[in-house]
């Protein structure tokens, strides 16, 4: 089945420094990526997305590349701010059932992200 | 902007009991999903549902388990006989196409 291997965590960075968050994934066929932020006390949200290889999802200064050949996609921004300690979980998304779903997302375990001034 | 909302927020039961955790998807969406995230671990799969039917359930989704689009704007997730174990954030999302799924902000849910 498919499964998605995220680096082991928590992860404490001072602000302005370099972050990578790594996610591998198994899967059959040609899933889609993701990478949700769960903020303290809220729920998921979107940060990016890549739907093929090769692809370069980007948003609010993360970004992360689908590499088909070493099947990772993983998390980076250049200049971590404090604002941006928070959950991070990478997912993939499979076809599903027949084409009549637009399939489940299966989630890594997610990376505490905590960021000191 | 569209979100999805779930009500309530918390919920405090007693084991044994049912519970109904409610969800309003995004009006134009068509695929609805539930997940969980049992405190300190991934967030699981439970079910997904198109057309009034169930698409796809995880081996977590047993007949305890239930759920309803009763009213073309509610989607619901119902636990017959909640046990300790069912502790979890529950949340809903939705995607009317594409493979964004918008997720709702959870409903924490305590079995006592």
């Known amino acids: 089945g498919n499964s998605v291997t995220q680096m082991e965590g928590p992860v404490t960075l001072s602000e302005e420094a370099f972050l990578t968050i790594n996610c591998t994934y198994t899967?059959?066929?040609?899933?889609?990526l993701f990478w949700y932020v769960q903020y303290p006390g809220e729920g998921l949200q979107l940060l990016l997305k890549a739907t093929k290889a090769d692809d370069k999802g980007s948003n609010k200064g993360f970004e992360a590349t689908y590499r088909k050949e070493t099947t990772s996609f993983h998390l980076e921004k250049g200049s971590v701010q404090v604002s941006d300690s928070a959950v991070y979980f990478c997912a993939l998304s499979d076809v599903g059932n027949g084409g009549t779903s637009y399939g489940k997302l299966t989630f890594g375990q997610g990376t505490i992200l905590t960021v000191h001034p | 902007e569209p979100e999805v909302t779930q009500t309530p927020s918390h919920q405090v039961t007693q084991m044994g009991q049912e519970v109904i955790l409610r969800c309003v998807p995004i009006s134009n969406h068509l695929y609805f999903y539930w997940y969980r995230q049992i405190l300190g671990q991934k967030v699981e799969f439970l079910v997904s549902?198109?057309?009034?039917?169930?698409?796809?359930k995880s081996e977590i989704f047993d007949d305890q388990f239930s759920v309803e689009r009763p009213d073309g704007s509610n989607f619901t997730l119902k636990i017959r006989s909640t046990k300790l174990e069912d502790s979890a954030m529950y949340f809903c999302a939705s995607i009317w196409s594409g493979k964004t799924q918008y997720f709702g902000p959870g409903t924490r849910l305590l079995v006592l």
């Open positions: 899967a059959t066929g040609y899933p889609s």
């Open positions: 549902f198109y057309n009034n039917e169930i698409s796809e």
